[in-house]
């Protein structure tokens, strides 16, 4: 079962900057993205000045690993110089019910 998540990233500063983007999903998940290779469940990016950097990332898992109907997922966008971070909750959907 694949689900899809849309991340939208606002580089505010007046310089391009490297953030790291980290999916803590469920073991087994298997996590690609568009445009952007994922590494250990870390994916590093470089959006420019003022700007907004759009990744579309997928999470597929086993449908017999699938414990219940919703599955808590964690992404979060760090800047590795600053330390600032800012972390979003979301879910990993079954379908089933």
Known sequence: IRNAYTVKILNKTNDARE???TI??????IIKAIGEDVVDGEI??????????VLRLFVTLPKASIPRFSIPVMISVM???SGEEAINPTVFLSGDK
Request: negative net charge.
């Open 19 to 21: 953030l790291v983007l």
């Open 24 to 29: 803590d999903a469920p073991d087994g998940a």
């Open 44 to 53: 590093r990016l470089n959006p420019e000045s003022d700007a907004v950097h």
């Open 79 to 81: 800047d590795p110089v």
